[in-house]
């Protein structure tokens, strides 16, 4: 999991938040932190992995490596200029589709 601290460190760092900021968003001790970073701890649980990813603004997955080379250029990039925001996600169940006049069945 050093690769995990590797890239926690440069998100961190490209997003330019002090490990100070980081504990204080996660809950988490700024050594403890330190450590993950460092390589001195490399196990954590999947509920602390969370918590740093989400105050960093990516996924488990790219602090993990699990994802393609591709995707690592970009981590959490916004949509491409000029493309429309996406909506709000309805819930509750679909609508159902107009019947043309006529052809009711």
Same mark, same amino acid.
């Given at each position: 999991m050093?690769?995990?601290?590797?890239?926690?460190?440069k998100? %961190?760092?490209?997003?330019?938040?002090?490990?100070?900021?980081?504990?204080?968003?996660?809950?988490?001790?700024?050594?403890? #932190?330190?450590?993950?970073?460092?390589?001195?701890?490399?196990?954590?649980?999947?509920?602390? $992995?969370?918590?740093?990813?989400? $105050? #960093?603004?990516?996924?488990?997955?790219?602090?993990?490596?699990?994802?393609?080379?591709?995707?690592?250029?970009?981590?959490?990039?916004?949509?491409?200029?000029? $493309?429309?925001a996406?909506?709000?996600?309805? %819930?509750?169940?679909?609508?159902?589709?107009?019947?043309?006049?006529?052809?009711?069945?």
């Amino acid at each position: 999991m050093w690769a995990f601290g590797q890239r926690m460190r440069k998100r %961190r760092e490209q997003i330019g938040m002090p490990q100070l900021e980081l504990a204080r968003l996660t809950g988490m001790p700024q050594a403890r #932190l330190s450590e993950f970073e460092h390589g001195v701890r490399t196990e954590m649980t999947v509920s602390t $992995a969370l918590k740093i990813a989400r $105050a #960093l603004g990516v996924g488990i997955d790219y602090l993990a490596g699990t994802f393609d080379e591709e995707a690592e250029a970009a981590p959490a990039a916004a949509a491409p200029t000029g $493309a429309p925001a996406p909506g709000p996600r309805r %819930r509750g169940r679909p609508r159902r589709l107009a019947t043309p006049a006529g052809a009711r069945g």
